[in-house]
C-alpha cells in the first residue's frame, strides 16, 4: 500500500523559511509525478510545485512561488522536499504532497495527509 507522509510544516512569521518533507512507501516509482499542492481555508486546492521523473527530472513551479521554492527529490530516501524561502501570509494554507504513478496509469493517484503552514506578518 502507497503512504505519503508529510512532515515539516509550523508556524513562521513573513520572510522566515520552512522545509517541507513528503516520504513515499509501499513501491517503486519509475516514472512519476511527484509534487505539492496547497489549499487555503475557503479557497480550492492549487499546485505549488511538482518534479516529473522519467530517468531525467523536469521541474515546475507554480508563478506564485517561483524564486521563492525549490522543489528536490533524494532518490535514496524516497523522499521529495519543498524549501519555502521568504514565505509571506498568503503563502498560509495545508500542503499535500501528490504522487501520480505515470507508469501504472491515471487511476493511481495518491495524496498525503497534509501539513499545516502558517505564515504570521
Known amino acids: 500500500q502507497v503512504q505519503l507522509v508529510e512532515s515539516g510544516g509550523g508556524l513562521v512569521q513573513a520572510g522566515g523559511s520552512l522545509r517541507l518533507s513528503c516520504a513515499a512507501s509501499g513501491r517503486t516509482f519509475s516514472i512519476y509525478r511527484i509534487g505539492w499542492f496547497r489549499q487555503a481555508p475557503g479557497k480550492q486546492r492549487e499546485f505549488v510545485a511538482r518534479?516529473?521523473?522519467?530517468?531525467?527530472?523536469?521541474?515546475d513551479y507554480a508563478d506564485s512561488v517561483k524564486g521563492r521554492f525549490t522543489i528536490s527529490r533524494d532518490s535514496a530516501k524516497n523522499t521529495v522536499y519543498l524549501q519555502m524561502n521568504s514565505l509571506k501570509p498568503e503563502d498560509t494554507a495545508v500542503y499535500y504532497c501528490k504522487l501520480d504513478d505515470i507508469l501504472q496509469g491515471p487511476a493511481y493517484v495518491y495524496w498525503g495527509q497534509g501539513t499545516q503552514v502558517t505564515v504570521s506578518s
Open positions: 518534479i516529473t521523473w522519467s530517468g531525467g527530472s523536469s521541474l
